[in-house]
Nanobody, 119 residues
């Protein structure tokens, strides 16, 4: 099994920065991709940023130039550096991992971490 443990959320003023971390457990696990999604109250869960095993990244348009996703393959950890935060970035942020088990591909989710951007 795979477990994802997130950290780094909190309260920050507009224009501030936060760094989210997500550590994935599981030896000999092939992570096809890892990423971050977010869900604001009353809204659906949407992709924020994703990084594939080869290093390819993609971002939701509203965070381009402000957020940076990175990955430490040796530690099975993915990071989301969030700069120039805006009130509309307020949401619960969820870590996601796509794992290739050979005969099947599975999605795993973290428990979520709250990010609140407010003065």
């Amino acid at each position: 099994q795979v477990q994802l443990v997130e950290s780094g959320g909190g309260l920050v003023q507009p224009g501030g920065s936060l760094r989210l971390s997500c550590a994935a457990s599981g030896n000999s696990v092939r992570f096809n991709a890892m990423g971050w999604y977010r869900q604001a109250p009353g809204k659906q869960r949407d992709l924020v940023a994703r990084i594939k095993s080869g290093g390819t990244t993609n971002y939701e348009d509203s965070v381009k130039g402000r957020f940076t996703i990175s990955r430490d393959n040796a530690k099975n950890t993915v990071y989301l550096q969030m700069n120039s935060l805006k009130p509309e970035d307020t949401a619960v942020y969820y870590c996601n991992a796509v794992v290739d088990w050979g005969d099947t591909v599975e999605n795993y989710w973290g428990q979520g971490t709250q990010v609140t951007v407010s003065s």
